[in-house]
């Protein structure tokens, strides 16, 4: 004789509804815990914070020029095979601003100044903007040129100044290392201000 089940008896260890709802949720749980961000998190960098603006007169004796820049940098003795090239250094920032004194033909000091433009525009990376912005000194003895690279340019920031004479003074601003400007937005807008501060206060002693 074959058996059979009979009445209401549930199989012993069999869950209820209640145990079932509570292992449901905890599923559910433990499935969005482990679930991935979909949606990738910007970068973060951290801040660089420049230094105060303090300033000192540069004593070069061998140049017939003098200007002010940042106490904090570090100017390079002229090398007697050089005499006409200063470099100014930014160590904290891997940074270092290369100037020249040019001394050319009066008729010929355009063509110079050309040449410069040209050599900002060309260093510029592809996906960059150079803008180009005039300066005339308080006194009216030169007129300068600034070359403003944005993007991730590892020479941000050149100038060049003529007397209108044949003499004329030029800088370009140069990254050890590859620039993100992203990281460095707050190191290169203040050396930036340092550069102005130097033009703004260059001399020609003669």
């Not at 499935?31 to 979909?38: A, E, L, T």
């Not at 303090?54 to 140049?63: D, F, K, M, R």
């Not at 003098?66 to 050089?82: G, I, M, N």
């Not at 009216?140 to 209108?164: E, M």
Request: proline content about 6%.
């Amino acid at each position: 004789m074959s058996g059979k089940l009979t009445g209401n008896n549930p199989g012993k260890g069999c869950p209820n509804r209640a145990a079932l709802t509570a292992l449901f949720f905890i599923a559910i749980g433990l499935f969005c815990s482990c679930k991935k961000d979909s949606f990738p998190k910007p970068m973060a960098y951290p801040r660089i914070a420049y230094p105060i603006a303090q300033y000192q007169t540069s004593e070069l004796t061998e140049l017939p020029i003098s200007f002010e820049y940042p106490t904090y940098a570090t100017l390079e003795a002229v090398k007697p095979d050089k005499k006409n090239w200063i470099n100014l250094h930014f160590n904290s920032f891997s940074a270092t601003l290369f100037m020249s004194l040019i001394k050319t033909p009066e008729n010929n000091a355009f063509q110079v100044i050309q040449a410069k433009e040209k050599m900002a525009i060309d260093q510029a990376p592809t996906a960059s903007e150079v803008r180009k912005e005039e300066f005339e000194a308080a006194d009216k003895r030169f007129t300068g040129y600034f070359y403003l690279t944005d993007g991730n340019a590892p020479c941000p920031v050149q100038f060049i100044l003529t007397n209108h004479n044949g003499l004329l003074f030029d800088g370009s601003l140069l990254f050890d290392n590859t620039v993100n400007r992203d990281s460095l937005a707050s190191v290169v807008a203040g050396l930036t201000r340092d550069v102005r501060h130097l033009v703004e206060t260059f001399h020609f002693k003669n």
